[in-house]
Structure formats: C-alpha cells, structure tokens
C-alpha cells in the first residue's frame, strides 16, 4: 500500500509540473512576434536615415561640432577624477 501510494505522488508531482510547463508555453505563445523581413525593413531604414560620424565615406565630412568622438578644445588637458 505504500509504494502504491509512493508512485501516485510521484505521478501527480510529474503531473503538476507538466500542467505549469504547458501553461509557461501558453503564455509564450502570446508574446507579439516580428518578422524576420519586417525586422531587417526597419533596421535597413534607421542605417539610411541616421547619420553616422564613424562612416564620412557614406555620409560625408562632419562638423567637428556634430561629432560626438572629436576631441574637445575647451579644457586642453585631461582631468583625472
């Protein structure tokens, strides 16, 4: 009698964690999901349309006032913290 009783608590142990693991798949399934080629569209218009300063051969010189790697000519010296 007790093993019996040993093997269906074992047996609805097994089962709860498969009733929870098919719930977290549930779940899942509902997370909003973007398409390869949707994704690559949008990635493929912010590179057209933003402008990067590591690139002049794409987009040209930079104002050395738009580019945020020029060094600063304010302070001439490097300051340690």
């Known amino acids: 009698m007790n093993a019996s009783r040993k093997t269906q608590n074992l047996s609805e142990a097994k089962l709860a964690r498969l009733l929870e693991y098919n719930l977290r798949l549930k779940e899942l399934l509902d997370i909003p999901r973007t398409t390869v080629s949707d994704a690559s569209t949008r ?3 912010f590179c057209n349309n933003t402008r990067d300063p590591m690139v002049p051969s794409v987009w040209g010189p930079i104002d050395k006032k738009d580019d945020p790697f020029a060094t600063s000519s304010g302070s001439g010296c490097c ?3």
Do not use: E, F, G, Y
């Open 43 to 45: 990635l493929i218009d």
């Open 79 to 81: 300051s340690v913290m």
